[in-house]
């Protein structure tokens, strides 16, 4: 084969290629369009005032397609699939509690995209911003409105590409007093002190009493419930195997998602309760795998997110391990129970 | 430099860096938004898919040595075998489009690290059979130069589609499938076939069979350069790690983090070639000693109570270094020892040796940080890396070993 023949090859080979990869990136920006379309069928949103402090309402991530896609939208908790009305404000991460509520969001920069998290007032006015160092993945504010926290998936290395590792972060939000990473804390496993590089935390849930946490902990490919405490900054192990643990508002059980043995490895979570005090499990009705941090919509029924066809639909179910899972809203993610 | 006539790269080691630079942008790309896919496109929990990494560090060895004895078969079908590795990584970019779920994607990566593994000895001979002793060290410059630029395009390509789109994960894909493919395309066009491709003369008493592959290692040159491989890969803290203890010991913002890779890689782009020309110059030996000596420094660094601004640009530049002195210049070296024949194989050895030796040496680290804490698992491999680089100093050659 002469050079010029073999120039002429790649040269075509060039141009086919760039073709199939522009239609491609066309492809997926007229995404956008689509996207900004209300769909039929969906939910109706209307724009409107929301607030954290109105009595009886789910504030939540409004997903359904249309011009108010992600933005933080209310509906009355009684009736959860019906209208909803829209706040401007987008999230890709939510919770609230007394009058604060926490926002996790995306800020689109040059290259790509950086995280944020904003501490709202109960208008929904940004008191506090601070930097995401990940992709967020989970947010909750303390029962007092005191506290706020967040996790984020880090991608440390961009070279080994498949590992990845999880930020907890705390904030004092009348302070603005930030705690970056649960890291820092001393950890106590299994009654002796406890440090190991590959520390990992997720999924914090406060108490009432402005004190006491509870998070996941994993290392050496284990997970275990911790209970922590912002005074004297330590962690202490409770149990292995729960992740993504969710106090009850009576602070007496915790809602969690439990790898549970036999079950397929890309879903190998049930929906579980441990009471504290009898430290007894019991597996909600829920048989499909769970990847959330539930929410207790009361002292008996959890609200939690199931993968639907716009991206995320909310079910809830008893706590006590009876009934069926239900679907309360459609087209919806990260939701708060205001009031 | 001025008054030093300079023979040019062999056109076959420019079209090898071509195809390394445009394969790494189509698999950084991949890498590069992996994590945002997993999260935000599936709503996956990426934890605990780094335990599959574990498991296949050994299996990616093994498919090296397997990729460096094919290669070595029937008279060089080097650039065969590294096609069937890209290729093989190529096909891998579409079936990301399809699949949604951990398992079949951790499958797919699995097989274009297969890929990876299989390409990288057969590539490395091809680069060392078509220069000339003299040069060799040179032309593994130019090539990691040209790779590393590749991997700092690669994320920026990629981020730039998902700018342009929403949720663009499928056209990430796809465009890195089309760079992955026009990679395959320039190694089969332009890169020479091993038969006529070597400028190194045959070396008819070698046969590449398995038995002679292993019996490599019984040549004092190669075994040695492999024994110094094997313990200083011992004392090289995993990249991660480095970044960690950056991150742990100065307070790198966390915003930042995601971007220490970029430091090293941008001193490994900027030094691979000047670095690979000064140990044509000055002896490879001492050009990889002395990259072990940076890494020596940037472990001091860290272990140092000063906290200065310019600590971190100091650390991520020594480790850079580090690379730029000793990952072309090692296989620079080591094909001195090795026949022509069997340059696949014995490139292959040293490779997956000191891969194992870096493998062992993070599961040592993790263990030490566990047990004593950062600081002294540092301290500690400080002392095992100035040790090992101190026998190495005993067994270098002695007497110029660049011909």
Redesign the interface.
């Given at each position: 084969?002469t050079v010029r023949t073999?120039v002429l090859?790649?040269a075509s080979?060039?141009a086919v290629?760039?073709a199939?990869?522009l239609a491609?990136?066309l492809?997926?920006?007229a995404?956008?369009d689509r996207?900004n379309h209300t769909q039929a069928g969906g939910p109706r949103v209307a724009p409107g005032t929301v607030t954290l402090t109105e009595h009886g309402r789910m504030v939540f991530r409004n997903m359904a397609w249309g011009p108010h896609r992600d933005e933080l939208t209310t509906v009355p908790a009684s009736d959860p699939s019906g209208p909803r009305t829209a706040s401007g404000v987008k999230c890709?991460r939510f919770y609230a509690a007394s009058g604060t509520g926490v926002c996790l969001q995306a800020v689109?920069g040059p290259?790509?995209?950086?995280y944020r998290a904003l501490i709202l007032d109960a208008h929904l006015r940004t008191r506090a911003r601070y930097?995401v160092?990940?992709?967020p993945?989970r947010a909750r504010v303390s029962p007092s409105g005191h506290f706020a926290a967040w996790t984020a998936?880090?991608?440390?290395?961009?070279?080994?590409?498949?590992?990845?590792s999880?930020?907890a972060a705390i904030v004092d939000v009348r302070t603005g007093r930030l705690i970056?990473?649960l890291e820092q804390f001393r950890i106590i496993k299994d009654g002796r002190p406890?440090?190991?590089?590959?520390v990992?935390f997720?999924g914090v849930t406060f108490a009432a009493d402005d004190r006491t946490f509870y998070a996941t902990l994993?290392t050496k490919?284990q997970t275990y419930l911790v209970r922590g405490d912002l005074r004297t900054s330590t962690l202490t192990t409770l149990r292995p195997n729960v992740e993504c643990p969710s106090l009850s508002p009576d602070g007496t059980r915790i809602a969690f998602k439990k790898r549970v043995q036999g079950l397929?490895?890309?879903?190998p979570w049930r929906l579980y309760v441990l009471d504290l005090r009898t430290l007894r499990e019991t597996p909600t009705a829920e048989p499909r795998s769970i990847?959330d941090q539930a929410v207790w919509k009361d002292t008996h029924t959890l609200v939690y997110s199931l993968?639907g066809d716009y991206?995320?639909d909310l079910y809830e179910i008893p706590s006590d391990g009876t009934g069926a899972p239900r679907r309360i809203s459609t087209a919806a993610l990260s939701p708060a129970f205001v009031d | 430099m001025a008054g030093r006539r300079r023979t040019a790269v062999a056109p076959a080691v420019l079209a090898l860096g071509a195809v390394s630079l445009i394969t790494d942008v189509s698999s950084?790309m991949v890498?590069?938004v992996?994590?945002?896919y997993l999260?935000?496109g599936l709503?996956?929990?990426?934890?605990?898919?780094?335990?599959?990494?574990g498991v296949y560090n050994g299996f990616s060895a093994l498919v090296r040595l397997v990729g460096g004895h094919l290669a070595d078969r029937g008279g060089g079908r080097h650039k065969w075998v590294a096609g069937f590795g890209y290729a093989l990584s190529a096909v891998c970019k579409p079936l990301l489009l399809v699949a949604h779920?951990?398992?079949p994607i951790?499958l797919i990566?699995a097989v274009d690290r297969t890929g990876k593994g299989l390409r990288t000895a057969p590539r490395d001979a091809l680069i060392s059979l078509s220069s000339t002793a003299e040069s060799r060290g040179r032309a593994f410059g130019v090539h990691r130069a040209m790779d590393t630029a590749g991997?700092l395009l690669g994320?920026?390509v990629a981020?730039?589609?998902?700018?342009?789109?929403?949720?663009?994960y499928?056209?990430v894909f796809?465009?890195s499938f089309?760079?992955a493919?026009?990679g395959v395309?320039?190694l089969v066009?332009?890169v020479p076939g091993g038969r006529r491709g070597g400028t190194a003369p045959e070396v008819p008493a070698a046969k590449p069979t398995l038995r002679s592959a292993v019996g490599l290692l019984r040549g004092r040159a190669l075994r040695r350069i492999s024994v110094c491989a094997l313990l200083l890969g011992l004392a090289t803290v995993s990249?991660?790690?480095v970044?960690?203890l950056l991150q742990h010991r100065l307070g790198v913002?966390?915003?930042w983090?995601?971007l220490l890779?970029?430091g090293t890689a941008g001193a490994f782009l900027l030094l691979a070639m000047p670095l690979g020309r000064l140990a044509d110059r000055v002896g490879r030996w001492t050009v990889f000693l002395g990259g072990h000596g940076a890494l020596l420094l940037a472990y001091a660094l860290l272990l140092t109570s000063w906290h200065g601004t310019a600590l971190p640009y100091l650390v991520l530049a020594l480790h850079g270094t580090f690379y730029a002195a000793t990952d072309g210049v090692l296989m620079a070296a080591a094909s001195e020892g090795v026949p022509a024949a069997l340059r696949s194989s014995g490139l292959a050895l040293v490779q997956t040796g000191q891969a194992a030796a870096r493998f062992a040496c993070s599961l040592l680290?993790?263990a030490a940080?566990?047990v004593w804490?950062?600081r002294s698992a540092l301290a500690g491999a400080a002392v095992v890396l100035a040790a090992c680089a101190a026998f190495s100093l005993t067994l270098r050659p002695k007497g110029p070993v660049t011909a």
């Open positions: 084969m073999r090859i790649l080979a060039v290629l760039a199939v990869g491609s990136v492809h997926a920006s995404r956008a996207r890709l689109h290259v790509s995209d950086t930097a160092p990940g992709i993945s998936f880090v991608g440390g290395d961009s070279y080994a590409g498949t590992n990845f999880t930020r970056p990473t406890y440090r190991a590089a590959d990992n997720w994993a490919g397929p490895k890309d879903a990847d993968p991206g995320a | 950084e890498t590069a992996l994590p945002l999260v935000s709503g996956l929990s990426p934890l605990g898919f780094g335990v599959l990494d779920a951990l398992t951790g990566l991997a994320p920026l981020f730039g589609i998902l700018r342009a789109t929403v949720d663009g499928d056209a796809t465009v089309c760079v493919a026009l395309l320039v066009l332009f990249d991660s790690f970044y960690l913002p966390d915003r983090f995601a890779p970029l680290f993790g940080w566990t804490g950062d």
